[in-house]
Nanobody
Framework: QVQLVESGGGLVQAGGSLRLSCAAS????????MGWFRQAPAKEREFVAA????????YYIDSVQGRFTISRDNAKNTGYLQMNSLKPEDTAVYYC?????????????????WGQGTQVTVSS
């Protein structure tokens, strides 16, 4: 089992920044690719970004490309999502998750472990 705990969410004005963290405990964090997903009110949860086990490859949805950066520190068993130039449409609960599956990382059913989520609210 792996336990994931997200932190770093909050309320920020449009144009601001937040950095989300995802702390993992249990099995070896570096065995898994990591993804970030989000769920806005009245919408389905969607894929945001993913990073491979060693951090060499990263993937983003078009709407966050150039604004968000996914990263990980395997020595600290922690993943991150740096979010810059935030927009009101980025408002959602953000979840980190781990998967052993490969491409495509956007498929939620392939993820084995999920955090409880952290709220991000962007005001206009």
């Amino acid at each position: 089992q792996v336990q994931l705990v997200e932190s770093g969410g909050g309320l920020v004005q449009a144009g601001g920044s937040l950095r989300l963290s995802c702390a993992a405990s249990g099995r070896t964090f570096s065995d898994y690719a990591m993804g970030w997903f989000r769920q806005a009110p009245a919408k389905e949860r969607e894929f945001v970004a993913a990073i491979t086990q060693g951090g060499g490859l990263r993937y983003y949805i078009d709407s966050v490309q150039g604004r968000f950066t996914i990263s990980r520190d395997n020595a600290k068993n922690t993943g991150y999502l740096q979010m810059n130039s935030l927009k009101p449409e980025d408002t959602a609960v953000y979840y980190c998750a781990l998967t052993r599956a490969g491409w495509p990382y956007k498929v939620q059913s392939t993820y084995n472990y999920w955090g409880q989520g952290t709220q991000v609210t962007v005001s206009s």
